[in-house]
C-alpha cells in the first residue's frame, strides 16, 4: 500500500506542478525558440528576456534536486562524460540544429505548441500529432538502425 499511496503523490504533485507551469508559461507566452526568431526576423527582444529565466529556473532546480537523488551528484552535464565520442557530439549539434529549424518553421518549441494546443489552437493539434508520430517512429524505427551503426545493438 505504501508504494501506491506514493505514487498517486507523485502524480498528484505533477499534475499541479503542471497545471502551474503551464498557466505561467501560457501568460508569459514565452518560447525558448520564438525570441531568437523575432530578434533576427523583427529585431524585437521581448520574447528573448525568458531565456535567462529559463536557465537560471533549471540552474536552481538543478541545485534544488540535487542534494536529493545520488544519481546527479556525478552528473558531469557533458564535461569529461566518459565514452563521449565525436559522433556523439556531432550527433547531438546535428539533432539540436534540427530542433531549432524545425521549431522555428512550426512558429515555436514544443512546450509553447502544447500550450496552444491546450488553448485550442487546430494547427498546434496537428503539430503535435506530427511530433508523436515522429518520437514513435524514431522509438521504433530509428533508434534500431542507430544501435547497429555505433555497435551498441
Keep these: 500500500m505504501e508504494g501506491e499511496e506514493r505514487m498517486i503523490d507523485v502524480t498528484v504533485a505533477t499534475f499541479v ?3 502551474i507551469l503551464g498557466f505561467l508559461w501560457q501568460k508569459a507566452k514565452a518560447c525558448s525558440i520564438t525570441g531568437y526568431r523575432d530578434l533576427y526576423l523583427f ?3 521581448y520574447l528573448l528576456k525568458t531565456i535567462p529565466g529559463m536557465f537560471i529556473g533549471a540552474v536552481l532546480g538543478f541545485l534544488a534536486f540535487w542534494p536529493f537523488s545520488p544519481e546527479l551528484r ?3 552535464l557533458l564535461m569529461n562524460t566518459p565514452g563521449m ?3 556523439t557530439v556531432v550527433l547531438l ?3 539540436g540544429l534540427g530542433f531549432g529549424v524545425f521549431s522555428v518553421l512550426a512558429g515555436g518549441c514544443p512546450t509553447k505548441q502544447h500550450v496552444a494546443a491546450a488553448s485550442g489552437s487546430k494547427s498546434s493539434m496537428l503539430y503535435l500529432v506530427g511530433f508523436y508520430a515522429g518520437i514513435l517512429y524514431f522509438q ?3 533508434l534500431e538502425y542507430l544501435l547497429v551503426l555505433f555497435g551498441t545493438g
Excluded: E, N
Aim: hydrophobic residues 45%; proline residues 6%.
Design 93 to 95: 549539434l546535428v539533432g
Design 43 to 45: 529585431r524585437d527582444t
Design 140 to 142: 521504433v524505427v530509428i
Design 74 to 76: 556525478d552528473f558531469p
Design 85 to 87: 565520442s565525436t559522433a
Design 17 to 19: 506542478a503542471g497545471t
